[in-house]
């Protein structure tokens, strides 16, 4: 009897310890650096929607650690779906870098290939975008868009995860204002 009472003792106590080595959750978000947080006066520019494929819409951190693999990171959760985040971020971005252009009735369309961080250290984004002018159906510009990345320190890490990204976002949005603005 005192060896399943000692037996059992043991199990719960490698349970605990198990438990207390278990990284805290951390919510991911995809916005401008804090310090860049202005206040963007609003433009006539709208945003629509991104879409991304499938297994990117969803609230886990995913890395690719192989061609044809994709691990979920076990500490790290997006803090809203991505495809909202990716939106907000690029309306945000466009509205604070137009100058000219503000009050023209345009519509952005982004659709993105890839969107995600590589365990070699470097986030790849891949999109299709848009810009059409929605007075007369006119399209104002359109490219496809690869945007490479690097990952500053561990790749791994939720927080360099979430800067690169989001850097990678307004760098879109960035080239989309410098191609239609």
């Not at 985040?85 to 659709?111: C, F, G």
Request: aromatic share 6%; with cysteine; hydrophobic share 40%.
């Amino acid at each position: 009897m005192k060896t399943i009472v000692r037996g059992s003792i043991a199990v719960v106590m490698l349970g605990l310890a198990g438990c207390a080595s278990v990284p805290p959750l951390q919510h991911v978000l995809l916005s401008p650096p804090q310090s860049e947080r202005a206040p963007a006066r609003s433009s006539d520019w709208t945003v629509r929607r991104v879409r991304v494929p499938e297994y990117l819409d969803s609230y886990d951190v995913q890395m690719r650690t192989d061609d044809y693999v994709l691990t979920r990171l076990k500490d790290a959760k997006w803090a809203e779906r991505l495809p909202l985040a990716m939106t907000r971020l690029l309306q945000q971005t466009i509205d604070e870098k137009l100058v000219s252009n503000r009050d023209r009735p345009y519509q952005v369309d982004v659709s993105v290939d890839t969107f995600e961080p590589q365990s070699e250290g470097q986030i790849v984004f891949s999109s299709r975008w848009t810009v059409t002018d929605t007075s007369d159906d006119s399209v104002v510009a359109r490219d496809n868009t690869l945007i490479q990345q690097a990952l500053p320190g561990a790749a791994r890490d939720p927080a360099a995860i979430g800067r690169a990204m989001s850097e990678a976002v307004r760098q879109l949005a960035f080239r989309i204002v410098a191609e239609a603005g």
